[in-house]
């Protein structure tokens, strides 16, 4: 990656129903290592917004993006 000028990234899905604590373990894992957390609802926010947002970002970060299931392809 570094080579190529590739930055590494990595992504993992947490999915299950309401309540089964999937913020709580990424803030957990979050606080564990020291990094920051950026919650990100994607239906309150448009394509452009979230370019310039991930633009600004530092590196080691965790981004949390919720309501994944309301980004449809229009």
């Known amino acids: 990656y570094t080579n190529r000028g590739i930055p590494y990234q990595r992504g ?18 979050t606080g564990r ?8 609802n994607l239906s309150a926010i448009n394509e452009a917004s979230l ?13 949390l993006l919720e309501d994944i299931n309301a980004v449809s392809s229009n």
């Open 33 to 40: 290592f020291s990094l920051d957390i950026y919650i990100l």
């Open 12 to 29: 993992y899905l947490l999915y299950g129903p309401l309540g089964t604590r999937k913020l709580s373990l990424s803030k957990s894992l």
């Open 51 to 63: 370019i310039s947002l991930f633009a600004k970002l530092l590196s080691r970060y965790v981004i």
